[in-house]
């Protein structure tokens, strides 16, 4: 076929797809490449698409000192020696049972192993790197030798660009990149995750499989077609086309019992035979028609999880002899450990599912509960001061069951002196259980064009704004992140309503503007709720109701007053 055809197994490759058309990639215009390797400009031309995955990977910046082919040529051998690479144990940052063939054939599939552990060799930092023996087995189709390419992998690995993430190689890193995903999909793909909350034991542990969706399941036609563009565009592009396959697989098995015992087997399943259903231009389309968060956005969220994930100790993965299941790391509503008069472990989990994900690693820990502590306002905040976020359950004496989930510390109360003020994050949503579930959010959520920047009425979420704005939060932030992140992790101001959470000694009012979401007494006896315009609810029980059971819930290890904190520090950065 071509000088790049040593590797390939051409009997199982589809050479009709392939044009023999001469062509040549003369643009350097980051535009133009774009637009070129979206549209799969040199997808059907083999050596096409070597020559230009050799010119992308060449212009990638590096390290002074990167590994190149000479340095492949001196250590293989000392490294292999005469052994047979196709049973070569591999290091433990990659998963063994997870080496894609693409359609190697027996040369190709031996030196996949051998330049993983040339890597390992030369690269001692790296201690977590599952998507690696997909990238490599995918360059050896487009290499002349394994030298080649072992020095494009090399080049990928070194990047020392701060502005361009391509592949984890920290068990931290791939963490949080799960938690990220979590959150994205927790966002642009709400029904998708509303069926996996309904499925799944643990849905966090179902999207920490995202990368395995893209590096070990996806087949080699999309998978190349993948890292065109990943090659011009970077990480996102991989968030993107993940988001597109948990849409398409919700879409495709909508209303269909599921295959297995396990979600996480259906979705890998769907993904391996998504030729059935999907190809892809139509993957790509999708996943390019998310209006997704900008790259600074999608950075200062991975270092928000970053950070969560080290205040929580876990920072290299843990050996588990009895189960493969990171038990530590994502399932946080131990059954052991769970008190609640008014959910089951199962609910609690659900709630915990929408909540963002530096916090849903944590135990939900019951701090008031009125069968214990007494109807009284007063011991609702004594008990609940000085934690965030926080969870409030409420359930009515029709058995109907609602609640609120709280971003900050209700001492923040005071600031506003005597005169009942609103506080709070766009983090703040309110929900429902019984009689059936619904959550609603932050109305600018779901339509942010309703965000402007501005000055809002005088309440303490304006006050607090401006505080982080003169301090670690430039004063034009609110016009550089979008409503999502800015409402989110720094408190910005909008005009739009903004009335998440107030207080007094004479009630608690949950959500403001033509209405409340929720208004409990001084009692803790009787309640209302209605619509409101700051979560576009409807009432989440019914409107006059009396409180059977009231609780309040933290997120524990110590999760306390960070949620903007997170992030400011990395503005300075």
């Known amino acids: 076929m071509d000088e790049y055809n040593r590797f390939v197994d051409w009997d199982k490759m589809d050479v009709t797809a392939q044009s023999q058309d001469a062509k040549e990639l003369t643009c350097t215009e980051f535009q133009e490449l774009k637009q070129l390797a979206r549209q799969g400009y040199w ?20 390290r002074t000192v990167t590994p190149d082919a000479n340095v ?55 201690s977590f790197c599952p998507a690696l023996p997909s990238v490599i087995a995918l360059l050896l189709h487009y290499s002349k030798d394994e030298a080649e390419c072992f020095e494009q992998v090399c080049r990928i690995l ?63 036609v999309y998978i190349a077609r993948v890292f065109d563009v990943f090659l ?58 998310i209006r997704l968060l900008s790259r600074k956005e999608i950075h200062l969220l991975q270092i928000a999880n970053e950070k969560a994930l080290q205040r929580k100790g876990i920072t290299v993965k843990q050996k588990s002899v009895a189960s493969p299941k990171r038990q530590n790391v994502h399932l946080a509503v131990h059954a052991e450990n769970f008190r609640s008069e008014i959910v089951s472990v199962k609910e609690m989990r659900d709630i ?89 959010e932050w109305v600018i959520i779901k339509h942010p064009e309703l965000a402007t920047a501005g000055s809002e009425p005088e309440n303490h979420a304006s006050r607090a704004s401006s505080s982080l704005s003169s301090s670690s939060v430039t004063s034009d932030a609110s016009s ?18 903004s009335m998440f959470m107030a207080g007094s000694s004479e009630c608690i009012i949950i959500g403001g503007g033509d209405g409340q979401a929720l208004y409990l007494d001084a009692d803790l006896n009787h309640g ?34 960070h949620s903007n904190t997170l992030l400011q520090t990395s503005c300075k950065d």
């Not at 008031?368 to 905040?381: A, I, Q």
Request: one cysteine or more; aromatic letters at 10%.
């Open 72 to 126: 492949y040529r001196d250590i293989v051998v000392k490294i292999v020696g005469k052994r047979n690479s196709s049973s070569l144990p591999l290091p433990e940052f990659v998963d063994d049972s997870l080496v894609p063939t693409y359609c190697l054939n027996a040369e190709g599939i031996g030196a996949v192993r051998k330049i993983i552990l040339c890597i390992a060799n030369q690269f001692p930092d790296i």
């Open 158 to 220: 070194a990047c020392n660009d701060p502005s361009k993430r391509l592949i984890d190689q920290t068990f931290l890193a791939f963490e949080s990149s799960c938690m990220t995903f979590g959150d994205l999909v927790n966002k642009y793909c709400q029904a998708a995750h509303k069926l996996m909350v309904a499925v799944s034991e643990d849905v966090l542990e179902v999207y920490s499989d995202w990368q395995r969706w893209l590096f070990g399941e996806l087949p080699l």
């Open 43 to 62: 997808a059907k031309n083999h050596s096409l698409r070597a020559k230009a995955y050799h010119k992308l990977i060449s212009n990638i910046p590096c």
């Open 232 to 289: 011009v565009e970077g990480y996102k592009v991989l968030y993107r086309v993940a988001l597109a396959l948990l849409k398409f697989f919700r879409k495709v098995r909508a209303g269909q019992p599921m295959e297995s015992d396990s979600v996480q087997q259906d979705i890998r399943a769907f993904v391996r035979d998504i030729a059935k259903s999907v190809s892809p231009e139509r993957l790509l389309e999708k996943a390019f028609a």
């Open 352 to 440: 915990w599912s929408w909540i963002p994900e530096r916090f849903a690693l944590c135990q939900p820990l019951l701090l008031f509960t009125t069968l214990e502590h007494g109807c009284s306002l007063n011991r609702f905040y004594s008990h609940s001061e000085g934690h965030e976020p926080t969870l409030l359950l409420i359930k009515t004496t029709a058995r109907e069951v609602c609640g609120a989930y709280l971003s900050t510390d209700w001492g923040e109360r005071r600031r506003g002196g005597s005169k009942l003020s609103f506080f709070g994050t766009g983090e703040c949503f309110v929900f429902r259980l019984q009689p059936e579930v619904e959550r609603y």
């Open 528 to 561: 209302r709720t209605s619509h409101c315009n700051t979560f576009n609810n409807q009432p989440l029980c019914s409107e006059s109701f009396q409180i059977s059971v009231l609780e309040a819930h933290v997120a524990r290890r110590g999760l306390v007053k």
């Open 480 to 497: 550089r992140l979008s409503p999502f992140l800015s409402a989110r992790h720094f408190n910005l101001p909008s005009k739009t309503a």
